[in-house]
C-alpha cells in the first residue's frame, strides 16, 4: 500500500521536473519488481516485515487497487508497457475473476492463496484501512480506474477489454443503490456487510470524493445524462455537510446524523481524495493526473507542488 503511493510520487514528481524524483522512482520501481510484484499471481503481495524475511500471509484488495493507479501513472512516465499489463491483470483478478460475480460488490480481503476470506475483521468492522465487509468507496474508486485503464491502452494501441467499461458502470450502480441515503439520512455509508446492510454508519469525505470522480469519469467515458445528476447530488451534498467553510478544508468523517465525527479518522489529514476530486474531472481520462496536468498546459500547477 504504502510503495504504491510511493510510486505514484515518485512518477508525479518526475513530471514536475523535481530535483531527485528519477532516483526515488527508480528505487521504488527496484522494490516493487524485486518484492512486491508476483508474476505467478498477477497481483501485489501485501507486506513483509523490515528484513524482508517474512511475508504476510494476507492478499488485499485496496494496495492491489491503489498499485493500479501507480502502474498507470509509472507507465506514463517510464513508457514501459509492462506497467499497463500488470495493471490490467490486477484489475482481471480482483474486479473480474471476483467482484463482478459477487454481484459487483468488492471483495476486499484474501488469504495469500487468493482464497476469499468475507470474515476478515469482522471483529473490528471500522478498521480504517481493512474494514469488514464491502466498502463503497473502493467500488466508486475502481469504476474510476477501470476507465482510466481503458483509456491507457487505447492510448498505447493495447487492446482493452470490453468488460472495462461494463464493470465500471456495475461497480458505480451497485455502490450508489446499496449504499446512498440508506439508513435514513443523506449520505453514503462507509461498509456494508454481505447483505448490503449498513455496518459502519459514518461518511467518509473520501468516499463522496470517489463518488464524484467516477460520476464525472463515466459522464465523459459515455455521455450518458445520469451520471451528470450523480455528480451534481454528490457535489450538493459535499458542499452541504463536508466542506467546511469556517476552518478551511473538508470534514473528513461524519456521522449517521452528518454531524462531524472521528470515530473511525480523526483530524484532516488527507489532501489527496479531496485534491483529485477538483482536477480529475476537468482531464481527459488518460494520461494519469500529473501528466495530464502537464499534458493540458499545466505545469505551473505540477511544479508548484
Given at each position: 500500500?504504502?510503495?504504491?503511493?510511493?510510486?505514484?510520487a515518485?512518477?508525479?514528481?518526475?513530471?514536475?521536473?523535481?530535483p531527485?524524483?528519477?532516483?526515488?522512482?527508480?528505487?521504488?520501481?527496484?522494490?516493487?519488481?524485486?518484492?512486491?510484484?508476483?508474476?505467478e499471481?498477477?497481483?501485489?503481495?501485501?507486506?513483509?516485515?523490515?528484513?524482508?524475511?517474512?511475508?504476510?500471509?494476507?492478499?488485499?484488495?485496496?494496495?492491489?487497487?491503489?498499485?493500479?493507479?501507480?502502474?498507470?501513472?509509472?507507465?506514463?512516465?517510464?513508457?514501459?508497457?509492462?506497467?499497463?499489463?500488470?495493471?490490467?491483470?490486477?484489475?482481471?483478478?480482483?474486479?473480474?475473476?471476483?467482484?463482478?460475480?459477487?454481484?459487483?460488490?468488492?471483495?476486499?480481503?484474501?488469504?495469500?492463496?487468493?482464497?476469499?476470506?468475507?470474515?476478515?475483521?469482522?471483529?473490528?468492522?471500522?478498521?480504517?484501512?481493512?474494514?469488514?465487509?464491502?466498502?463503497?468507496?473502493?467500488?466508486f474508486?475502481?469504476?474510476?480506474?477501470?476507465?482510466?485503464?481503458?483509456?491507457?491502452?487505447?492510448?498505447?494501441?493495447?487492446?482493452a477489454?470490453?468488460?472495462?467499461?461494463?464493470?465500471?458502470?456495475?461497480?458505480?450502480?451497485?455502490?450508489?443503490?446499496?449504499?446512498?441515503n440508506?439508513?435514513?439520512?443523506?449520505?453514503?455509508?462507509?461498509?456494508?456487510?454481505?447483505?448490503?446492510?449498513?455496518?459502519?454508519?459514518?461518511?467518509?469525505?473520501?468516499?463522496?470524493?470517489?463518488?464524484?470522480?467516477?460520476?464525472?469519469?463515466?459522464?465523459?467515458?459515455?455521455?450518458?445524462?445520469?451520471?451528470?445528476?450523480?455528480?451534481?447530488?454528490?457535489?450538493?451534498?459535499?458542499a452541504?455537510?463536508?466542506?467546511?467553510?469556517?476552518?478551511?478544508?473538508?470534514?473528513?468523517?461524519?456521522?449517521?446524523?452528518?454531524?462531524?465525527?472521528?470515530?473511525?479518522?480523526?483530524?484532516?489529514?488527507?489532501?489527496?481524495?479531496?485534491?483529485?476530486?477538483?482536477?480529475?474531472?476537468?482531464?481527459?481520462?488518460?494520461?494519469?493526473?500529473?501528466?495530464?496536468?502537464?499534458?493540458?498546459?499545466?505545469?505551473?500547477?505540477?511544479?508548484?507542488?
Amino acid at each position: 500500500y504504502l510503495h504504491a503511493f510511493v510510486a505514484l510520487a515518485a512518477s508525479s514528481a518526475v513530471v514536475a521536473g523535481r530535483p531527485g524524483a528519477q532516483a526515488l522512482l527508480e528505487q521504488v520501481v527496484e522494490v516493487i519488481e524485486t518484492r512486491f510484484w508476483s508474476e505467478e499471481e498477477g497481483a501485489m503481495r501485501e507486506s513483509f516485515d523490515r528484513i524482508w524475511s517474512r511475508e504476510e500471509a494476507y492478499r488485499g484488495a485496496n494496495s492491489n487497487m491503489h498499485s493500479v493507479e501507480a502502474f498507470l501513472a509509472l507507465a506514463n512516465v517510464t513508457h514501459d508497457p509492462r506497467w499497463l499489463a500488470r495493471a490490467l491483470r490486477i484489475a482481471e483478478r480482483v474486479i473480474h475473476r471476483h467482484a463482478v460475480p459477487n454481484h459487483h460488490r468488492v471483495i476486499e480481503h484474501f488469504h495469500a492463496d487468493w482464497a476469499v476470506d468475507l470474515e476478515y475483521n469482522h471483529g473490528r468492522p471500522a478498521d480504517p484501512f481493512r474494514p469488514y465487509g464491502s466498502t463503497p468507496g473502493h467500488a466508486f474508486e475502481w469504476a474510476r480506474l477501470l476507465l482510466h485503464l481503458e483509456a491507457a491502452l487505447i492510448d498505447a494501441v493495447h487492446p482493452a477489454p470490453t468488460w472495462l467499461v461494463a464493470a465500471a458502470r456495475g461497480l458505480f450502480d451497485q455502490a450508489c443503490r446499496t449504499a446512498w441515503n440508506v439508513d435514513g439520512a443523506p449520505g453514503l455509508v462507509y461498509t456494508l456487510d454481505w447483505n448490503d446492510t449498513p455496518v459502519v454508519r459514518q461518511r467518509m469525505h473520501w468516499v463522496v470524493t470517489e463518488a464524484i470522480a467516477a460520476s464525472a469519469a463515466l459522464l465523459r467515458r459515455t455521455g450518458e445524462h445520469a451520471f451528470e445528476h450523480w455528480y451534481r447530488c454528490f457535489w450538493e451534498f459535499a458542499a452541504g455537510h463536508l466542506l467546511d467553510h469556517e476552518h478551511g478544508s473538508w470534514h473528513h468523517e461524519l456521522d449517521e446524523q452528518n454531524r462531524p465525527s472521528a470515530a473511525v479518522w480523526g483530524g484532516k489529514p488527507d489532501l489527496y481524495h479531496a485534491w483529485q476530486a477538483v482536477l480529475l474531472p476537468r482531464l481527459p481520462l488518460a494520461p494519469s493526473l500529473a501528466s495530464g496536468l502537464a499534458r493540458l498546459g499545466g505545469e505551473s500547477i505540477v511544479t508548484g507542488w
